[in-house]
DNA sequence: CAAACAGTTGAGCAACCGTTCAACTGTTTA
DNA sequence: TAAACAGTTGAACGGTTGCTCAACTGTTTG
């Protein structure tokens, strides 16, 4: 019954959204079966999110090699150090990076190498579209 | 001399965000030195930002596996044809969706197999991660 | 302990972005 | 040709985001 009535609104969102009702309706309750959970599609954009942003991909890219230091980095990339740091923390919540303080300096280094299959796959594809 | 000018301004620029002159200069020249021009990583961050959001990324699972009209898709994720139609737009000038009329309707699919390879790549590294 | 330095943090601001809304193009059908 | 439908587009609004600034924590050094 609780079936049913989730039937019901299916039918009422989408005659809601389009004139559709009668144009596949199969198709449109198979792409709705077969989609990923809301939560999956939000963690994986979230994700993404943090390539997406130039100063966090220098970032990344600065510390491919080695770890450095917040002074350095921001050094390196022409940003203040606030700006680097806020960066970082963006990056460290989403356990790309590491940090490790030594003295009064904290070293970041990239702490998985997804980082870089990612951005590697991300550059043959821009490449070919040219 | 435009070779010891640059060096000045990197040496300037350098004191101007940190007190770190003395710190690790060579350190970050390197880094300077080798990190991709400022073009790549712009357009490699732009590319992210198409994954980067949940609306976008939903519209590339429901393609996944078959093509749709946007009406269709629409119902499906439960958005108005308008914001798809936004969006699709996003999709195609980034080469992530190819489209095809057909009468009144316009059908979507996937225009590259990099797609399914960096969102899979995404999944690995957050099942990790938890 | 005080001064100096490395880094973090929160508030605030400006730019950006995704959605809505309404008007539009283009195709089909009666 | 007029009506209906699929899709696109631009303006506008509201939320998000990245940076700056200033105040803060924590470490080292004199």
Redesign the pocket.
């Known amino acids: 019954m609780s079936q049913s009535k989730h039937e019901k609104e299916l039918e009422q969102e989408r005659a809601m959204l389009?004139?559709?009702e009668?144009?596949h309706p199969e198709t449109v309750r198979e792409v709705r079966a077969e989609m990923p959970d809301e939560n999956v599609t939000a963690d994986l954009s979230?994700f993404f999110?943090?390539f997406?942003?130039?100063?966090?991909m220098r970032i990344l890219f600065a510390l491919d090699r080695r770890e450095?230091?917040?002074?350095?980095?921001?050094a390196a990339l022409g940003?203040?150090?606030?700006?680097?740091?806020?960066?970082?923390?963006?990056l460290?919540t989403n356990h790309l990076v590491a940090?490790r303080?030594?003295?009064?300096?904290?070293?970041?280094s990239l702490a998985d190498d997804h980082v870089r299959d990612i951005i590697e796959i991300a550059v043959e594809h821009l490449s070919e579209e040219d």
Chains 1, 2 share one sequence.
Do not use: P
């Open positions: 389009c004139g559709c009668h144009e979230d999110k943090v997406g942003d130039s100063s966090r450095l230091c917040v002074c350095d980095l921001s940003m203040t150090k606030s700006a680097v740091s806020h960066q970082l923390r963006f460290r940090s303080r030594s003295g009064k300096n904290i070293f970041y």
